[in-house]
């Protein structure tokens, strides 16, 4: 789907798919549904308007966005040039508190007298997030009930099952429908529910004058309390006032100092910024921290991800980190409140382990998928132990408290790399594949993505050569920290001598002479996945590699087979399992290429660094200066525009983090031990 068949609303964690006429209608073909979001169901499937029996025309579609809060459709009823349409209607919408706020405001075009009958054809089918995404895959839900009731000044749609979950979608109108009665399914999600509903009304229209229909559909999931009455004068049911509250939250989190835009002479840089923190400020999500407490960190993603993802939360906190560091306090303290306590072998959780997702859908709360909260990552630990040595080294005294607080978490993160992370058994961080989870626990997690340049897959435990210098960067930083913020130096000597051992290791067991580069990975027979791959420039970000074999593996991420003129290609063109459509064997991420020039800048390739971000901000500003989670990595050619890859999230957190990254690595690279 592209950006002109659906307009995105997203607040703390609740989104919204609409098509430009506002409506939530069901497209079989759509890589991003439509409906109405919140902790991982769809608490509506269906939301389309009619004006007197027919689907209203678009004027103009409304022009809000996900970093705009909502804005203003112009419909009409149908008509011609000999007999012009009888009113016109502005449409109204606003995401926010969990619920879509709607106002539809009709104006008369004649001069005489007129009733409308407006209908709202609604409906809730309540599917998983996990469902929609599996498309070619079901799930049983045994006891499974939907229903849909009326109730004052609207309708209520709720689903059971069993005892143990219940979730429900609340429309209210006023004026209240002067009708509601069953609508047929036609057109509606899995062939019709039976729980649509057809609420209608009749709207007296003065001649040039106006009526005012204000809708309000709360999403309750399950565990959720009745929203407490809106206090009169608020304008939470207001959309204009809603999208101003919005907008002033989203405008201080922009403007805040440091602004990005005064570090920088480039406009695309600067603009590119501008975007990626407006992206940033609609992804915060509010979740739970240590003590009951709650903080707001970078979800990961629109439409699948909107969640606590370790890894992505941590890497755009990095990211952010020199611009806006409350986002890596937000991001410690919630994955310090979620780390492993104990062993679950479903969750493939030990002590220590920080955790990969935590999701809140019905799949995840009835066990049929491990992701309600799943450890299934070999790198959120390392990586953990990297943000918050580094954001005490950038903020000082804040930065040591932080550190003193959460040295427990600190100190099992590191007991986990050692006992269940695979340094004592491997003497590097290994995993295993899930079965009924990932494939693959690294950044590059889809099925086939690690592999040999032959398109050969591991056996066994899989050492990752990026999860590595991950692990060396979370040493020595965490060393640091002993030998200050804790005070414990014999701690800081055995971390520090574990530090130089692994990357002594690994200078003898990742590399390919003949290739003069770093291998993906190694698996449990010693072999070495040779592929040439981009995570070799995550090595240089560690700073794992000396030097020489560092400004070696540098310069080679910039040759052709890898570097298309727009980013750094997931897998080098030209082996056997190298696809540009691929999702992690030829694609392009911005984030991978934000790592990758943060390492060149390390290693002191500095003009490199300016071809990648160049080839980066040329492919931002061709999409709004907005980065896509992901891009085709087709080879450029003027006047070609950059290839979309088709299931791309956007806006995505450590894409919209990048430009931040770039502008870093453009100053030098930030600053390390």
Not at 263 to 279: F, I, S
Not at 404 to 433: C, K, N, S, T
Request: charged share 20%.
């Amino acid at each position: 789907m592209t950006a002109t068949e659906h307009r995105l609303l997203v607040h703390d964690g609740t989104f919204a798919v609409l098509a430009p006429s506002g409506d939530i209608v069901h497209d079989r073909k759509a890589t991003m549904p439509h409906g109405l979001f919140r902790r991982d169901a769809r608490h509506l499937s269906r939301w389309e308007l009619t004006l007197d029996g027919a689907a209203p025309v678009v004027l103009a579609p409304a022009a809000g966005d996900a970093d705009d809060g909502g804005g203003c459709a112009v419909l009409t009823t149908p008509g011609t040039r000999e007999t012009p349409p009888a009113c016109t209607v502005f449409r109204e919408q606003a995401v926010a508190d969990g619920a879509l706020i709607e106002l539809l405001r009709l104006v008369s075009n004649q001069g005489a007298a007129a009733t409308v009958r407006l209908t709202l054809t609604a409906d809730a089918d309540f599917a998983d997030q996990m469902e929609l995404r599996a498309q070619h895959r079901t799930f049983a839900k045994p006891g499974a009930v939907r229903g849909s009731d009326r109730r004052p000044g609207g309708v209520e749609f709720g689903y059971r099952r069993g005892e143990a979950w219940h979730a429900r979608t609340v429309v209210a109108a006023d004026p209240a429908p002067l009708a509601v009665e069953e609508a047929a399914g036609t057109g509606a999600p899995r062939g019709g529910s039976g729980t649509a509903l057809r609420l209608s009304w009749e709207l007296e229209l003065p001649p040039h004058g106006t009526a005012e229909l204000r809708l309000r559909a709360t999403a309750l999931p399950h565990g959720t309390p009745d929203p407490a009455a809106v206090p009169e004068g608020t304008g939470h049911d207001d959309p204009a006032r809603v999208r101003s509250r919005l907008a002033a939250d989203r405008h201080t989190f922009v403007t805040a100092p440091p602004l990005p835009a005064a570090r920088t002479e480039r406009t695309d840089l600067a603009r590119a910024c501008a975007q990626g923190l407006r992206d940033l400020a609609g992804l915060r999500v509010t979740v739970p921290g240590p003590d009951g407490s709650s903080v707001r960190v970078p979800g990961a993603g629109v439409p699948w991800f909107l969640a606590l993802f370790g890894r992505d939360s941590l890497l755009t906190s990095l990211f952010a980190l020199p611009y806006r560091p409350g986002l890596a306090e937000a991001t410690l303290l919630a994955l310090a409140a979620t780390q492993a306590r104990e062993e679950d072998p479903e969750r493939i959780a030990e002590p220590g382990k920080i955790v990969h997702e935590v999701r809140h859908g019905e799949l995840a709360a009835f066990g049929q998928v491990p992701y309600g909260r799943y450890y299934g990552s070999v790198d959120s630990t390392p990586l953990f132990l990297v943000l918050l040595g580094a954001y005490a080294r950038q903020q000082g005294r804040a930065g040591t408290d932080l550190a003193r607080r959460l040295e427990p978490q600190a100190r099992a993160a590191v007991r986990w790399m050692f006992r269940w992370g695979g340094l004592d058994e491997f003497g590097y961080l290994a995993y295993r594949p899930h079965e009924g989870g990932l494939a693959n626990q690294n950044w590059k997690d889809s099925p086939g993505a690690v592999c040999a340049a032959d398109g050969t897959l591991p056996s066994g435990a899989v050492l990752v050569a990026e999860a590595q210098g991950y692990a060396y960067d979370a040493l020595c930083g965490t060393a640091e920290l002993a030998r200050g913020a804790w005070g414990d130096p014999a701690y800081a000597a055995r971390l520090e001598e574990a530090a130089a051992a692994l990357r002594e290791r690994f200078a003898s067991d990742f590399w390919l002479p003949e290739s003069g580069f770093v291998p993906l990975a190694l698996d449990e027979t010693g072999r070495r996945l040779d592929a040439l791959a981009s995570d070799a420039g995550h090595l240089l970000w560690s700073g794992i590699l000396e030097q020489r074999r560092g400004r070696a593996v540098g310069r080679r991420l910039l040759e052709p087979d890898f570097f298309s003129g727009w980013g750094v290609r997931t897998l080098a063109a030209g082996q056997a399992p190298y696809h540009p459509l691929s999702y992690h064997r030829g694609s392009i991420w911005p984030q991978d290429n934000a790592l990758i020039a943060l390492g060149l800048a390390r290693y002191g390739l500095h003009e490199e660094v300016r071809r990648l971000a160049g080839g980066l901000l040329d492919a931002a500003a061709r999409h709004g200066y907005r980065l896509p989670e992901v891009l085709a990595g087709y080879p450029r050619a003027d006047p070609q525009d950059p290839v979309p890859y088709p299931h791309a999230c956007s806006p995505q957190a450590w894409a919209a983090a990048t430009p931040l990254a770039l502008l870093t690595a453009l100053e030098g690279g930030p600053a390390r031990r």
